[in-house]
């Protein structure tokens, strides 16, 4: 089955500073990446995903790139703040048709110290 | 619209007991998914369902059952509660296989 690799398990930067989150899968068949971002005490939100025929995707100070060949994709997000501190969870997924089955990273905790 | 709502938010049981977790979504969702987060393991889906009176296993689906008898709510059920089973459960739904998963606020069950 597919398997789905985060590093690093925990990072911290200054505010102000870029953070960068990468994962890795398995299964050349997968074709969604979402990202979630999971703030303490609560269910995770989706904040950006991409799909297999996209090289990168933007939202505002998020964005997300794929390389298929290489079976790797990160998170990226610039001018942090204090906000973003959270777990972010990486997944990819396959499927079509019927369900999609999704496979989880095992998260990165973000902290951006003021 | 309340989205994704689960009850109880947190749950103390003692080994052998049995309980039910209830997830409610109004956004008339078709596909439900109960998962279990547990640290360093990131989230696993225990069993799914893609329609009203349907239900399909996941990856860890052994000690629990579920029920889909109305279109906005899936049950997990416990019947026989053990050590293993404490951690934090958490019901998504989404509009069809390909479609963001929509996550509730998480159920925390410890079992003694």
């Known amino acids: 089955g597919e398997n789905v690799e985060q590093h690093p398990s925990t990072l911290s930067v200054q505010e102000g500073d870029s953070a960068v989150i990468k994962c890795t899968y398995s299964?050349?068949?997968?074709?969604?990446f979402p990202w979630y971002k999971q703030e303490l005490g609560k269910g995770p939100q989706l904040i950006i995903d991409?799909?297999?025929?996209?090289g990168e995707k933007k939202d505002q100070r998020i964005a997300v790139t794929l390389n298929k060949t290489a079976k790797h994709f990160s998170l990226h997000i610039t001018e942090t703040q204090p906000e973003d501190s959270a777990v972010y969870f990486c997944?990819?997924?396959?499927?079509?048709?019927?369900?999609?089955?999704?496979?989880f990273g095992t998260g990165t905790k973000l902290q951006v110290i003021p | 619209n309340a989205g994704v709502t689960q009850t109880p938010k947190f749950r103390v049981l003692k080994t052998g007991q049995s309980m039910t977790l209830l997830c409610a979504q109004d956004?008339?969702?078709?596909?439900m998914y109960w998962y279990r987060q547990d640290p360093g393991m990131g989230l696993r889906l225990i069993h799914y369902?893609?329609?009203?009176?349907?239900?399909a296993k996941g990856e860890v689906p052994d000690g629990y059952n579920v029920s889909r008898l109305k279109k906005q709510n899936f049950l997990l059920g416990l019947e026989s509660a053990a050590p293993s089973q404490t951690s934090v459960y958490f019901c998504?739904?989404?509009?069809?296989?390909?479609?963001?998963?929509?996550f509730g606020p998480g159920t925390r069950l410890l079992v003694l």
């Open positions: 998504a739904s989404s509009r069809g296989p390909r479609e963001t998963q929509y």
């Open positions: 299964d050349s068949a997968s074709n969604y």
């Open positions: 991409i799909r297999s025929n996209v």
């Open positions: 997944a990819a997924s396959m499927g079509s048709g019927g369900y999609q089955k999704v496979t």
């Open positions: 956004m008339n969702h078709e596909y």
């Open positions: 369902s893609v329609g009203e009176g349907t239900t």
